[in-house]
């Protein structure tokens, strides 16, 4: 158990479909990062969050927007949802050094 | 961007083989990072790396950070049927506030 967690692990929607997908990070930890990952792809970097604030991005599409909360827990909203997004979300959290990242157990999205 | 080159792409040996995999990149890293997925789940660290040099042990699990802060490479040592599942290599620089990852190694091992 990495300590990080994920909500809801399974998910089933529909093409123009909105969802929101929860991550609670490590005790402590205040960066929180969010992948996707496609079968049998490698793992994309979506978007950093440190305290609150946003920190990177990386490939994520402008239908997709996160954020992070004072209570330190994320959200990965998807909107307009694509057959095509059907995938594997993981959120992972690090320490303020950010050496090292642990990931949750992922949030699988299948869009019908 | 950084990219990693994460070699090869698939093995598949035979239990008891000793296996080795490597990731490449252009850019220097600060940190490299193993992981191990299993299907449906998470990656799970498994050796991180801070020092360019640094030789660690994690088990059956060999991992060095190349000296020129380019490569990094895994070695498994008398493989088993449980070591089966992707293999990713994460490096992170100074600046990005995120990690890079390989494409992973699936490593399927025959009993």
């Known amino acids: 158990d990495s300590g990080v967690t994920q909500t809801p692990k399974h998910l089933i929607t529909a093409t123009g479909q909105r969802v929101t997908l929860r991550c609670s990070p490590r005790s402590g930890d205040l960066s929180v990062y969010w992948y996707q990952q496609s079968l049998d792809q490698g793992l994309q970097f979506l978007i950093h969050?440190?305290?609150?604030?946003?920190?990177a991005k990386g490939n994520i599409l402008e239908r997709f927007s996160a954020q992070q909360f004072p209570d330190l827990h994320s959200e990965l909203n998807l909107s307009s949802l694509e057959l095509g997004d059907s995938a594997l979300y993981f959120c992972?959290?690090?320490?303020?050094?950010?050496?090292?990242?642990?990931f949750g157990e992922g949030s699988w999205l299948t869009v019908v | 961007g950084q990219q990693l080159n994460q070699s090869p792409q698939s093995m598949f040996i035979q239990e008891g083989e000793d296996v080795s995999m490597n990731c490449t990149s252009s850019s220097i890293f600060n940190t490299w990072l193993w992981y191990k997925q299993e299907p449906g789940e998470g990656p799970v660290l498994l050796i991180a790396?801070?020092?360019?040099?640094e030789l660690t042990s994690n088990g059956r699990l060999t991992a060095q950070f190349g000296i020129t802060r380019k490569d990094s490479f895994l070695n498994i040592s008398a493989s088993i049927p449980s070591d089966v599942g992707i293999y990713f290599c994460?490096?992170?620089?100074?600046?990005?506030?995120?990690?890079?990852f390989g494409d992973g190694t699936t490593l399927t091992v025959k009993p």
């Open positions: 969050y440190y305290n609150g604030e946003e920190r």
């Open positions: 994460a490096g992170r620089g100074g600046n990005a506030g995120k990690s890079t």
């Open positions: 992972a959290s690090s320490d303020t050094g950010g050496n090292t990242i642990y």
């Open positions: 790396l801070y020092k360019a040099g």
